[in-house]
């Protein structure tokens, strides 16, 4: 697509629920990254794919946290027992390998009450 | 995690102004960058910086990486309504692959 796409841009979920986040990158960039933004905060790491595989998942908070990214393209974040402090809006970005210009999507608001 | 402390945390200044913003760290970086957020959006990268001293410029906006690899600093030139946002840097620390750390961000208010 033209750009990085983020689904859904809005979720509002129950304490101890599970969640999944969808990002589709644009097409054609094999690097894919995480982050996670708090209210007043800037943008936080989580994890870098290359391809289908995860170069870097030292950012992920703990073990409630895992992402995929299975055929290289579309990657899904996925929170297990969601606690109201993993509130934020998660964002996506993408690039070509080696260049750091990613792009961003708009993000998906995420609200545990 | 790294902290990128960046000044001001929030500026209002006049439509034709020039906007000055820094960002440093203790930790010495490879690479940094400037974003700009507007609400209910992903950052935008503006400015990428890739060795030390180096002074790069994008239409009203000028960058430049600290000579100590620890700071850097953006100007915005005769600002105008749409410069209004949030502006992050980021660094990149060196062995840390693709990773970047942002600041907390500068809220720029341009008054018309």
């Known amino acids: 697509g033209a750009g990085v796409s983020q689904t859904p841009s809005n979720k509002v979920t129950e304490k101890g629920k599970y969640v999944e986040l969808r990002c589709d990158p644009i097409s054609g960039h094999t690097a894919l990254y995480w982050y996670r933004q708090s209210l007043g905060q800037g943008p936080e790491f989580l994890i870098y794919?290359?391809?289908?595989?995860?170069?870097?998942d030292s950012g992920l908070p703990n073990d409630r946290f895992f992402a995929v990214r299975p055929e290289g393209s579309v990657s899904t974040l996925k929170i297990q027992r969601t606690e109201r402090g993993d509130s934020a809006v998660y964002l996506c970005a993408s690039s070509l390998t080696n260049d750091y210009g990613y792009t961003f999507g708009s993000g998906t608001r995420l609200t545990v009450v | 995690g790294q902290q990128l402390n960046q000044s001001p945390q929030s500026m209002f200044i006049q439509e034709g102004e020039d906007v000055s913003m820094n960002c440093t760290s203790s930790s010495i970086f490879n690479t940094w960058l400037w974003y700009k957020q507007d609400p209910g959006e992903g950052p935008v990268l503006l400015i990428a910086l890739y060795k030390a001293g180096e002074l790069t410029s994008n239409g009203r906006l000028t960058a430049q990486f600290g000579i100590t690899r620890k700071d850097s600093f953006l100007n915005i030139s005769a600002s105008i309504p749409s410069d209004v946002g949030i502006y992050f840097c980021?660094?990149?620390?060196?062995?840390?692959?693709?990773?970047?750390?942002f600041g907390t961000g500068t809220s720029l208010t341009v008054i018309p």
């Open positions: 980021a660094g990149q620390l060196p062995n840390t692959g693709n990773q970047f750390y």
């Open positions: 794919f290359q391809g289908t595989g995860a170069a870097d």
